[in-house]
């Protein structure tokens, strides 16, 4: 009864502050004042989808999520969505004017169980090495099983970043190196380049089943200002992706299990897309309750080849009130391309 008299009082004031806004008006001398408030979306429960962006009081976000679909920030802008699994991935975004506050993945927590186990891969990147007309799935085709989603447009059109979609990606046999990578993970990739710039990039005969014309652009590394500190070509690429540089400081390269990580892409000399890597385990002991919501700073480069707003860490999270993962660019800076 107590926690219903506390949502009760949390929505009238959350109603109030809608109200006053809505009006043009300002809230009162004894409301919080905009230094006091937080952005929260909210959402019933019974209409998890019918939002609306308010600030309200920070005591009063944690009773909303709580008790509601509510979540923090304003609402997001989703872009496309694909079921997978047993559920459906999302693509996201949250922003306030032109400064974006966050790029995201959704995971409904179904996307977790039912999930293509064999073939290891989608079939898209295939190539006949041996010539006889027959494709090995096994010895002939890169990948996971990837999905391209692409940002609302509204985020892609109006605020200052080059990201434009997110290209989740489930490796139920892990890729190489197989004693640091080889469990079940998703990588999930935010590209600052055209995707027709990516699916363009060929499988063929040279080595890790690339064109071997673009086998040798995959090896142009950007110049060293534009790389991360301790970023390394592992030969870790791939069709249809590019190079994926791997921190050898990392902790799964140091003794500790692989539970999730960074990594940064480049293709013929610059840097094409930023990537979380997240095991299966640590995603279902998220949905589960035994892994608590965090965030990770990565290591960023001394200067940017493009201008625009670029994240700082990565953060995984589980929104218990509605049965759903994210994945996301967080804390975002202004960087001026030299």
């Not at 949502?7 to 043009?24: E, M």
């Not at 009162?28 to 019933?44: G, K, R």
């Not at 890790?208 to 390394?232: F, G, R």
């Not at 892994?291 to 860490?313: I, N, V």
């Amino acid at each position: 009864m107590a926690l219903h008299r506390k949502l009760i009082a949390a929505l009238a004031l959350t109603a109030t502050l809608a109200a006053t806004t809505a009006a043009g008006g300002s809230a009162s001398a004894t409301a919080p004042t905009s230094s006091d408030l937080t952005w929260v979306c909210l959402a019933s429960t019974q209409a998890p989808d019918r939002e609306r962006s308010l600030r309200v009081p920070e005591k009063l976000v944690d009773l909303l999520i709580a008790t509601t679909a509510s979540y923090r920030g304003p609402c997001a802008e989703r872009g496309e969505s694909e079921r997978f699994g047993d559920g459906v991935l999302t693509a996201y975004s949250q922003s306030v004017g032109d400064r974006p506050l966050t790029i995201g993945l959704v995971l409904s927590d179904g996307s977790l169980s039912g999930l293509p186990q064999h073939p290891p891969h989608d079939g898209t990147t295939c190539y006949d090495v041996d010539g006889d007309g027959h494709i090995d799935e096994m010895t002939e085709c890169a990948g996971g099983h990837a999905r391209q989603l692409d940002l609302g447009r509204q985020f892609r059109e109006d605020v200052d970043t080059p990201f434009t979609y997110v290209l989740s990606n489930w490796n139920p046999g892990g890729h190489p190196p197989p004693d640091v990578y080889g469990d079940p993970h998703f990588d999930v990739h935010f590209y600052v380049k055209p995707d027709v710039e990516r699916v363009a990039i060929r499988p063929g005969p040279c080595a890790h089943l690339m064109n071997c014309d673009d086998l040798e652009l995959a090896k142009v590394m950007p110049a060293a200002e534009y790389l991360a500190p301790d970023y390394t070509d592992m030969d870790a690429i791939e069709p249809a992706m590019g190079n994926h540089l791997v921190d050898p400081t990392a902790p799964e390269f140091n003794g500790e299990p692989f539970t999730h990580t960074w990594i940064y892409g480049t293709w013929n000399g610059e840097v094409t897309f930023y990537e979380a890597m997240v095991t299966h385990e640590w995603f279902d002991r998220m949905r589960g309750g035994e892994t608590e919501d965090a965030c990770h700073d990565f290591k960023l480069p001394a200067q940017w080849q493009e201008s625009g707003w670029y994240p700082t860490s990565y953060c995984l999270r589980h929104r218990d009130n509605r049965d759903e993962i994210t994945v996301s660019l967080e804390d975002f800076v202004h960087r001026t391309a030299r």
